[in-house]
C-alpha cells in the first residue's frame, strides 16, 4: 500500500531530507563546536544552504555564523559571510508599525 504523496513540493522534501541528516551530525559532535573543525564548519554551511533554499533565513544566517566562528579563516568563510549578508536581506525588516 502506498503512502499518500507529501503536499510539499519535491525538492521542499528534498532540503528537509538535508537537513535533518545534517542536524544528526552536527548533534553528535556538540563538543567539537567551539573548536576548530572543518567538518562541522561545513556541515553548518550546507545545513544553511538548506535553510536558505527553504526560505528559512534565520535559520540560514545562524548557521552561516556557526560556520564563521568555527572556521573563522578560510574561503568557506568569506562564502558564508557573502551568504550571512543576502540571508539578512532577505528577513522582513522590523519596522516598529503595529
Known amino acids: 500500500m502506498r503512502s499518500p504523496p507529501s503536499p ?6 528534498e532540503y528537509q531530507g538535508a537537513i535533518e541528516d545534517l542536524t544528526k551530525g552536527i548533534e553528535l559532535s556538540p563538543q567539537l563546536a ?3 573543525n572543518p567538518v562541522l564548519a561545513k556541515a553548518y554551511y550546507r545545513r544553511g544552504v538548506y535553510f536558505h533554499k527553504s526560505e528559512e533565513y534565520q535559520k540560514a544566517t545562524e548557521d552561516y555564523e556557526n560556520a564563521i566562528r568555527i572556521e573563522p579563516n578560510t574561503s568557506l568563510a568569506k562564502v558564508c ?13 522590523n519596522t516598529g508599525i503595529r
Open 81 to 93: 559571510a557573502d551568504l550571512l549578508v543576502f540571508a539578512s536581506n532577505c528577513l522582513p525588516l
Open 8 to 13: 510539499l513540493p519535491y525538492k521542499v522534501r
Open 34 to 36: 567551539n573548536t576548530y
